[in-house]
């Protein structure tokens, strides 16, 4: 059986700066790494699976680096927000390809990435006022509760 970890928010970034958000005002001062291909999702739904893969072990590698290319800081509040969006993206990918995240191939992943980024990029240009952590918190149990029902069937 195949469990899928949602990986917590990315570890809290401990050095100077501020919200790349345009126009931040939530008065939120915790400020977070936030990899903006979201690439954490794959590292619990496919650990286990594709443990042997080259390719596998270098992006997990890569994740833990914190690459400066790969992430953006945002304060927790617009944190939330925007993966509250990605989650909405997520449940579209997976409707248009009928599959369980942990089924995507390399192809279908790095296709959704993309579109996450982007769709990131696009986002810290406007200006929104972010979401609370709890509705993200409750959010993902409510989606871990579901998808572990989903995979009994
Ligand atoms: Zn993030
Ligand atoms: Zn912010």
């Known amino acids: ?16 700066g501020e919200c790349a958000k345009l126009d931040c005002d939530t008065g939120s001062y915790t400020l977070h790494r936030h990899h903006r291909k979201h690439q954490a999702i794959w590292l619990g739904i496919w650990a286990g699976r594709r443990n042997g893969e080259k390719k596998f072990s270098l992006f ?26 990605y989650d909405g993206i997520i449940r579209r990918d997976q409707w248009f390809t009928r599959r369980s995240l942990s089924q995507y191939s390399w192809v279908q992943a790095e296709k959704l990435m993309m579109k996450l980024e982007a769709v990131c990029v ?4 406007k200006k929104t006022p972010g979401s609370s952590t709890e509705a993200l918190t409750k959010l993902r149990s409510k989606r871990k509760a579901a998808s572990s029902k989903w995979r009994k069937t």
């Open 60 to 85: 997990v590698t890569r994740y833990h680096e914190f690459n400066p290319k790969d992430w953006t800081r945002l304060c927790a509040s617009h944190h939330a927000e925007i993966h509250l969006i």
């Open 122 to 125: 696009d986002w810290l240009k």
């Open 1 to 16: 059986m195949v469990r899928v970890n949602f990986v917590p928010l990315s570890k809290i970034d401990t050095s100077t």
